[in-house]
């Protein structure tokens, strides 16, 4: 398998001298391509900071992170906003859609931006939104459609460049749990029909569940890793174990 | 507590303070320095014995008040939209609504009390400049001081007292419709149906531009379009309401172009598809059409705003020169004395040293009556029967040596003549002359020409029309009477000081009354003019037939004129150019407040473009699209609708002080250019996050 996304020895410090504080700890992992990796851990761990330093959002302090073999670290100015424009998918926890266009134009917009052919474009933007659903509210202004198609259309955005990797910070923190789980079931449609290759941030074990690998951080650190061979549902309860004893009690570690 | 909770915010947020200290000061600078010149007792000392300085500077004071409360509305506006998390928050730990006024209106007070000491003190700076200032523009040689005006300060208090209750009421009422939900979730925007454009906006904005353009178009034939006025029923009052119904139409052109016609031009911009999805447009037109909503009347207000200051600047800049032209109209040499008193003006001259009289011309005109048709607009044809003053040409010439504003005139014929008509210096074509003049004893002059009179004070001259005619011609004239003006230059070393003590010892009066009667009988102009009352009695009531009695001004002094026209002209500019020039700032002003705190609210949806791989320049370019779209309209327009008010003007008033309104316009795109560079800059640094 290629490998889509490699993190070596991040470490990210906050602060000054005396209040030095170590958001993230020595962190070394790779993601694959077609892989739906979750990163999940208690608050405060650290995930988004992670989330946002392999992203380019942030520059860690120390550590490499490459993402389809190319140094994000060093890239400068313009080198980043093409590389995010061309390689990278986001999804936001509170949509970050643009209220002035509707459906259609919000998902058509990083094309636009790549003075795509409009042939092109009606092309992919019937494809993603078959995929996700929402091929009946194009129309419609965002403001007019449910939280749930919020994200969706939010999801569409992100898939139309038809990015190497998409990463999703906490995609159903502001949905109703109906709505999250039609969500992720359209995120595993993307995964499995278009290859996406997807890192979610969440601290939701039922969200995670959907994924087929977890990376669960603690204190700025990876403390273990899940990998889904069997079901869902024996998978949701592995890492709600986990998650037990990342939070220092459960079933697992007796008291 | 709660006060030391909210010292603590106020470090937090320093730099808001600091935006809204900056603004206060600044209204507190512009009302001193107004009120300053109000109070300059050296100054005014000077003017008032000439002029009421006060009632100009009043009005423009309620004027200043009235932008400056404007300006503080939006900076008020801005600091409370940046600060509603503090509300809420005071909200949520349980303060009540009073409780959070009274913090404001505290933190309200001693922000205002700071601002206005420091105002006043940068005030007391630059009053001085401000005052050097209306100095030079009065031609006054004041030697200005830092002048510290207690009446001036008490003004400055008061007024700004007053300001700051009616901005905190206002602030106050906007906390007590503050919900605790604004916290916590966003306002739901009201952008619904953004997309229809209905048929009844489309024939709104299409309306918008037929409007702005048939204002255009009647300005650009005013003169047809007023008299078109007087022939119907509103009569003469048609001349008044021309302008004014122009105004009204292009103001409301104004404001349905902003609401409706930009929108459209949006729509029909969208609509072409392969445009649409190229780069960032879309997004710029879709933030363009919710600007347009949200902003629209505001725009609209600004532009009519604008255009009115320029106008009024223009209308002041036409008023200047027709005020400085005057001087040169009514005295266009040192002095005009009528004959009677000419030995008394040489004998005060004489005695000042340093002073003697250069060179000396003696007008010789004859007064009598004469017959002829006189034309107002292009209505009313009048058969007038008046006396008319008789020039000769030779006379003519000689004055013209001295009198540098005389045209060359040649006469072909005997018969022909031209009049000089005062009115013709200021309101061109307006006032047309029959082509023959009919004089007493049959003798028919023909017209052929008339210009602008330039031979001194029409008063001298009875105030009558005077006309030049051919040396042959004069003398065949026996009829009425003749009478002698003397005019004159000379070189002094102390003009002020003579024109003082000529007025003392030889007072401007009224002298050496005429008496004539005239009457159109038989094709005959029958009639007499004389020095003595020819009626035995005189009639009480008054009537065509009858005697009328006309006196003559004794002299005119060419420096009091021209520092009379100084002073008042100068006062009057300066506080014409002070509101314009304050007008076009304060509308700049606004206009940057209100797209700083339309970048506070958008910040969010910028970092998602940067997010989402959109390379900074684009960003920034959008950023100036956006702003260009807030700034330039109503500088465009502003500036047409101030350049077709100017010709309007020009059209009523001939004048070449026009330059000065021209100025304006280009002032006001340089002031608004920099708005819009400064605006898009402090913008782009506002939606800038840290972030890579």
Request: glycine share 6%; aromatic share 12%.
């Amino acid at each position: 398998m290629k490998k889509i996304l490699e993190v070596n020895h991040l470490s990210q410090t906050y602060g000054y001298r005396s209040n030095k504080v170590q958001v993230l700890n020595n962190i070394s992992f790779s993601v694959d391509q077609g892989e739906f990796v979750g990163i999940m851990g208690p608050s405060g761990a650290g995930k988004s900071t992670l989330l946002n330093a392999i992203s380019t959002i942030t520059l860690p302090t120390t550590g490499t992170v490459r993402i389809d073999g190319q140094d994000i670290l060093k890239m400068r100015g313009n080198q980043i906003s093409d590389f995010r424009r061309k390689k990278l998918g986001f999804i936001f926890q509170n949509f970050n859609l643009m209220e002035t266009l509707n459906v259609k134009d919000n998902i058509l917009l990083p094309l636009a931006v790549d003075r795509m052919p409009l042939a092109e474009m009606e092309k992919r933007l019937m494809h993603v939104t078959s995929i996700l659903g929402i091929d009946q509210l194009l129309t419609d202004y965002p403001n007019a459609i449910s939280v749930g198609q919020k994200q969706r259309v939010a999801a569409a955005r992100a898939l139309i460049t038809k990015p190497t990797i998409i990463f999703a910070d906490e995609p159903t923190g502001s949905l109703d749990s109906k709505s999250a789980a039609e969500l992720l079931q359209y995120m595993t449609n993307m995964n499995l029909q278009d290859d996406a290759t997807i890192m979610m941030v969440t601290h939701d074990p039922y969200t995670a569940s959907y994924c087929n690998r977890i990376l669960f951080i603690k204190d700025g650190a990876i403390f273990s890793e899940v990998v889904r061979q069997g079901s869902r549902k024996e998978f949701f309860n592995r890492v709600i174990d986990m998650q037990a004893t990342i939070g220092g009690g459960g079933r697992v570690n007796d008291f | 507590m709660i006060f030391n909770l909210s010292w603590k915010n106020f470090k937090g947020q320093f730099l808001n303070y600091l935006v809204y200290f900056v603004s206060m000061t600044f209204a507190v600078v512009v009302y001193y320095c107004f009120s300053a010149i109000t109070y300059n007792r050296n100054l005014t000392n000077r003017v008032e014995q000439e002029i009421h300085i006060d009632g100009a500077m009043n009005l423009g004071g309620i004027l200043v008040v009235i932008m400056i409360l404007g300006f503080m509305f939006a900076a008020n506006h801005f600091f409370l939209l940046k600060r509603g998390k503090e509300i809420g928050l005071y909200q949520l730990i349980g303060m009540r609504k009073e409780q959070i006024s009274f913090l404001f209106f505290i933190e309200t007070v001693i922000l205002g009390a700071l601002s206005l000491i420091t105002g006043i003190i940068l005030g007391i700076i630059f009053s001085k400049l401000f005052s050097m200032i209306l100095a030079k523009a009065m031609f006054l040689q004041v030697e200005s001081l830092f002048y510290i005006s207690i009446p001036s300060m008490i003004q400055t208090s008061i007024a700004f007292a007053f300001m700051l209750l009616a901005v905190s009421l206002r602030s106050s009422w906007l906390i007590y419709r503050y919900q605790v939900s604004d916290l916590l979730s966003k306002k739901r925007k009201k952008t619904a149906e953004i997309d229809k454009v209905s048929t009844l906006s489309i024939c709104l904005g299409i309306l918008g531009v037929v409007l702005i353009l048939i204002g255009y178009i009647l300005s650009y034939n005013v003169i047809p379009f007023a008299t078109f006025l007087m022939r119907t029923a509103f009569g003469f009052a048609g001349f008044l309401i021309a302008p004014i119904a122009i105004m009204f139409i292009c103001m409301l052109g104004t404001y349905l172009f902003f609401k409706y016609t930009m929108y459209l031009v949006v729509y029909l911009l969208g609509k072409s598809k392969s445009n649409y999805y190229r780069n960032l447009n879309m997004l710029a037109l879709g933030n363009t059409k919710v600007h347009i909503k949200r902003v629209g009347t505001t725009l609209s207000f600004v532009t009519i705003f604008i255009a009115i200051a320029l106008g009024m600047i223009g209308g002041a800049a036409s008023l200047y020169t027709i005020g400085m032209n005057s001087v040169n109209i009514t005295a266009p040499t040192d002095f005009i004395v009528a004959e009677m008193d000419f030995k008394k003006v040489t004998q005060v001259i004489e005695k000042e040293p340093d002073t003697s009289i250069n060179s000396s011309v003696t007008l010789n005109y004859k007064l009598t009556g004469s017959q002829f048709h006189l034309k107002i607009g292009q209505e009313v044809n009048e058969n007038n029967v008046s006396p008319i003053n008789i020039l000769s040409l030779s006379n003519y010439r000689e004055f013209q040596k001295i009198n540098p504003y005389l045209k060359t005139i040649d006469l072909a014929n005997k018969q022909d003549i031209v009049i000089l008509d005062s009115i013709q210096n200021i309101l061109g074509g307006f006032i047309q002359y029959g082509s023959e003049f009919l004089l007493p004893d049959g003798i028919k002059l023909n017209v052929s020409d008339v210009r602008p009179d330039y031979l001194g004070q029409e008063l001298l001259r009875y105030n009558f029309p005077t006309v030049v005619l051919s040396d042959e011609q004069f003398d065949e004239i026996h009829s009425g009477i003749s009478y002698k003006l003397m005019a004159f230059n000379i070189t002094a070393k102390d003009e002020e000081a003579l024109a003082n003590k000529l007025s003392e010892s030889v007072k401007p009066k009224w002298i050496s009354p005429i008496f004539y009667q005239y009457q159109w009988r038989d094709n005959q102009l029958e009639g007499y003019t004389s020095s003595t009352s020819q009626q035995a009695e005189k009639d009480q009531e008054f009537s065509e037939e009858s005697e009328q009695e006309y006196w003559q001004l004794n002299y005119t002094s060419r420096f009091s004129e021209l520092s009379y026209e100084r002073r008042e002209m100068g006062l009057f500019i300066y506080v014409a150019m002070f509101l314009g020039v304050l007008a076009l700032i304060i509308t700049g002003s606004i206009l940057m407040l209100q797209q700083f705190s339309e970048a506070e609210r958008e910040k969010e949806r910028y970092d998602l473009l940067k997010k989402m791989g959109v390379p900074k320049q684009e960003i920034t370019k959008l950023v100036y699209q956006q702003n260009s779209i807030i700034f330039f309209p109503p500088m465009i327009i502003g500036v047409l609708h101030a350049a077709f008010a100017i010709y309007v003007f020009s059209k009523f008033i001939t004048s070449s002080g026009y330059w000065l309104a021209y100025l304006s316009c280009g002032l006001l795109i340089l002031i608004y250019l920099a708005y819009y560079f400064l605006t898009s800059a402090i913008y782009s640094s506002i939606i800038q996050g840290k972030d890579r």
